[in-house]
């Protein structure tokens, strides 16, 4: 709310001003301190004293004054437009800075009257400053309420960031936000983990404390060993106790955001406890400290690596200052007194009479033509422009502002019915809205704009304090970390220039603990920082990336648990030593079965082989064959195929060898029986018909059981992941337990049965018996298949297969020799055997008879 109100009050304020068309202003720290007077209830003012003349601060207020001298010079950029400006020295005191603040929004009037509607154009549309961070938090704070935009070239405070609390603020400088990034990305860049944190008791190190915290979480990866608050004045019990913190922490890299009054103090503890082996890392503040690059301080402070202000070109800024001269800034009367300061500091003279309160010397009187070229002074060094670089940026991008502005088409522009601004009605929240849409590129090629917070994209030289052989110093630039809008953060360093206060001439080791080697994991100390761990192995099945990672479930960790593998297969192989031995002996047997049934084809005309049923004995030799090679569907990795024929073909093919031995026992004892007297009509029943019926039917119903089987619930191939963590098992599941159960079962009632027929018939009066054969063949088939149940159940993966081709083979075996091992005895050792009288012995007649005529 506006008031009517008279207002009397006057600024003693230290300034410099150029009149103008569009008038800009600019804070600077021009004296490093001030003298507060008495306060008095007299009538007459009293007036600051402002001490401690800075040249590179009044540099930085001339740089100002050439970049708007630059501008009025070209005709492309604001044409016929004037720009002026008011430059005022903050002194390094708040309250002075504040007052030249208001000073600039409110006009230099001794009266000046506040109308009720606020109606005017302020002295000024635009401020460059201030330098200090707590300085530009007061006066932006009360500038936001008039909307004036204003430009800072070094306040690096993140909370100046916030737009809902300073909705006109801007700067040129990357805030302390990105300063805190680029920090990060350099300790990444070398693998420091483990860093100590020293910051200064104010807005800045507040700030910049919480916001490397909450980046460095962020980030990951690094963590804090300590985090300090550097004492303002002199506090050397606080020193003490945090340099003696810093030599007890494994932490090697410090990082310093503080002024360079703060290192000043903390150095000379450090020194007085000779703390070595220190990286230092240093904020902009106090990066390029002149103060600091001693012969001093170097043996502890060479091989800073530090963030600084972008370093920049301006052609023709030193010719500028060079013409400086006190009857020309003093030619129109407008107190210019800073010029008049500045040249009693460098020719330490004084002008008549001295100004009150602003006399920087004693001495000989100033003639104000004295050569500048004649004395040596740091205002004139243009080697290493950053604050100024960043002045320059802030007067351009004002001045592009207000260009845009003036370009403004009738008709078409931004504001209250497409309204545009004009330079005689400008209000400054006007030229807001064109400061925060401005892009422009610099001579030296670096991208001006601004962004939704009123920051310019941030870019910082990254420097490296050198001591060199012949003691002198020198800081490099030795690479930069910027942020554009397309690639995001970027760092780049020139490593080879970047020298290393060690001996190895390498970075120093910074980390809690030891990155932990392949196959391991990380287990956070109980109390600790992240980056403190022990290193646990990982388990079988994962290996190490931040936590030990399970493997996918095809895969298994390697031995040293640093990657995935593919897990090994398992089956049983033609390959290895149990398949190969399994193969031999199914094509062993069945090559045993090829030459007994050559032999018995050979023989088949003698006795032995027609009195034991030839064409029998023929289709039993067959079906063991099929036994021998069904054994070989078991070996090899399971396919579809492979599982459903071989259970299908094991059933069947048994079933006929059990079929035909149980039909051979069941013509023995009907033979028998025939030879007593009224059995002849038992016979009839068994002729050749009836025994091929016989066996097909039998065969038939192991035939529909593995029909059924394989239609409801086909064996199918599986991985098998549970009988071992680091292999794949393939095997064949059965599908349905119970067809399987029924398969086996199936065989075993023929076989017992087989079994107990010629157990009963083994006492024939035969002098050779093959009812005995029988008997000892289907009792080691018994014997080896009651072994095969719970040995099958119990084998894991491949020798489940290798357990049941076992079996097949034994059993085959077992039947093969028991039923004709002996008589391929008799046919190829003992032919004097192979007689009918042999073969009918003490049989009767008869019954032999019989015998051979079923043969």
Same mark, same amino acid.
């Given at each position: 709310?506006?008031? #009517? ?11 410099? !001003? ?12 021009? !004296? ?27 540099? !930085? ?70 330098? %200090? ?35 006109? %603020?801007?700067? #040129? ?15 990444? !860049? ?69 002024? +360079? ?76 007194? $800073?010029?008049? +300061? ?123 304090? +050198? ?116 193969? #031999? ?79 051979? #026992? ?139 081709? %076992? ?32 073969? $009918? ?15």
């Amino acid at each position: 709310t506006c008031f #009517t109100t008279l207002l009397y009050l006057q600024f003693y304020l230290n300034g410099m !001003h150029k009149p103008g068309d569009v008038i800009l202003g600019g804070l600077f720290e021009v !004296h490093y301190t001030s003298v507060f007077p008495e306060l008095t209830f007299t009538s007459e003012p009293n007036m600051l004293s402002c001490q401690g003349f800075d040249p590179p601060g009044f540099r !930085h207020a001339m740089t100002m004054a050439f970049a708007i001298d630059e501008i009025n010079k070209n005709s492309n950029l604001l044409p016929n437009v004037t720009l002026g400006y008011s430059l005022y020295d903050n002194c390094a005191t708040l309250v002075i800075g504040f007052s030249a603040a208001l000073s600039l929004v409110s006009g230099q009037e001794e009266k000046f009257l506040l109308h009720e509607n606020c109606l005017g154009t302020p002295p000024v549309v635009g401020i460059v400053g201030d330098s %200090f961070s707590t300085f530009s938090i007061a006066t932006s704070d009360v500038i936001g309420l008039f909307k004036m935009p204003i430009v800072s070239y070094f306040a690096t405070c993140s909370c100046l960031s916030d737009r809902h609390k300073f909705p006109s %603020f801007f700067r #040129t400088i990357p805030s302390d936000a990105f300063q805190v990034h680029a920090m990060i990305l350099i300790l990444k !860049h070398f693998g420091w983990t483990w860093a100590g944190l020293l910051v200064s008791d104010d807005d800045y190190g507040v700030h910049v404390a919480r916001s490397f915290r909450q980046a460095l979480a962020q980030s990951g990866g690094s963590c804090l060993a300590y985090s300090e608050i550097l004492p303002w004045g002199e506090n050397s019990a606080e020193l003490r106790r945090i340099v003696e913190v810093m030599k007890k922490s494994t932490a090697r890299v410090v990082i310093v955001f503080a002024h +360079q009054i703060h290192m000043i103090q903390l150095m000379e503890e450090v020194i007085k406890q000779n703390v070595t082996g220190v990286q230092w890392m240093a904020s902009e503040a106090w990066t390029t400290a002149a103060v600091l690059q001693t012969t001093h301080h170097m043996p502890y402070l060479s091989g800073t690596l530090g963030i600084a202000i972008r370093r920049g070109e301006i052609p023709g800024l030193r010719d500028f200052l060079m013409k400086i001269r006190p009857d020309i800034y003093d030619s129109n009367n407008n107190g210019n007194s $800073m010029v008049r +300061q500045f040249w009693e500091y460098t020719f330490q003279c004084r002008f008549a009479p001295p100004p009150s309160g602003w006399l920087q010397g004693g001495g000989a009187l100033c003639t104000g033509q004295e050569e500048l070229a004649n004395v040596e002074t740091e205002f004139l060094d243009v080697s290493n422009l950053r604050p100024e670089y960043n002045i320059y940026k802030a007067v351009y991008a004002l001045a592009y502002a207000l260009d845009d502005m003036l370009h403004c088409a009738p008709g078409r522009g931004p504001f209250s019915g497409h309204s545009c601004a004009t330079l005689q009605k400008l209000e400054p929240w006007q030229l807001m809205h064109y400061l925060e849409k401005v892009h422009f590129t610099t001579p030296f090629g670096d991208e001006v704009s601004f962004d939704e917070n009123g920051d310019a994209l941030p870019i910082y030289d990254i420097m490296n304090w +050198q001591w060199l052989p012949d003691g002198s110093t020198k800081v490099q630039n030795v690479g930069v970390v910027k942020k554009t809008a397309l690639k995001g953060e970027e760092l780049r360093l020139d490593e080879d220039k970047i020298f290393w206060n060690s001996n190895s001439k390498q970075p120093v080791q910074s980390v809690c603990s030891v990155s932990c080697p392949p196959g391991t994991r990380m287990a956070r100390k109980n109390g600790q920082p992240a980056c403190c761990f022990d290193c646990v192995r990982c388990s079988e099945g994962k290996f190490n990336s931040l936590e030990c990672t399970s493997c996918p479930e095809d895969f298994w960790s390697s031995p040293q648990r640093d990657r995935c593998v593919p897990k090994k297969t398992e089956f049983l192989s033609y390959h290895e030593p149990l398949g190969i031995c399994l193969t #031999t002996a199914s094509l062993l047997g069945t090559f045993i079965c090829a030459v007994v049934l050559g032999i018995f084809t050979h023989y088949r005309s003698t006795p032995i082989v027609r009195a034991n049923n030839s064409e029998l004995s023929f289709l039993l030799l067959v079906s063991l064959k099929l036994c021998f090679l069904c054994s070989l569907l078991f070996i090899g990795r399971p396919r579809l195929w492979t599982c459903q024929l071989r259970h299908a073909a094991f059933g069947i093919s048994f079933v006929l060898c059990v079929s035909c031995i149980l039909v051979k #026992t069941m013509v023995v004892v009907a033979v028998f029986k025939a030879s007593k007297p009224g059995g002849g009509a038992n016979i009839k029943w068994f002729g050749a018909v009836q025994q091929r019926g016989t066996v097909l039917v039998l065969t038939s119903i192991q035939a529909a059981i593995c029909a059924a089987w394989l239609i409801s619930s086909s064996p199918v191939p599986y991985k098998n992941t549970q009988y071992y963590n680091d292999k794949i098992v393939f095997e064949c599941v059965v599908g349905s337990t119970i067809g399987f159960a029924v398969l086996l079962g199936y065989i075993g009632v023929l076989a017992i049965l087989s079994f107990l027929l010629a157990f009963l018939a083994r006492n024939l009066p035969d002098n050779f018996n093959e009812a005995k054969l029988i008997t000892f063949s289907m009792l080691i088939f018994c014997a080896v298949w009651v072994a095969f149940v719970p040995a099958y159940i119990n084998s894991p993966g491949k020798y489940a297969d290798a357990v049941e081709v %076992f079996a097949i083979l034994a059993s085959s075996f077992g039947l093969l020799v028991a039923l004709f091992g002996p008589k391929c005895y008799i046919i190829l050792l003992k032919p004097e055997r192979n007689t009918k009288k042999e073969i $009918m012995g003490r049989g009767l007649a008869k019954s032999q008879g019989i015998s051979f005529k079923q043969s």
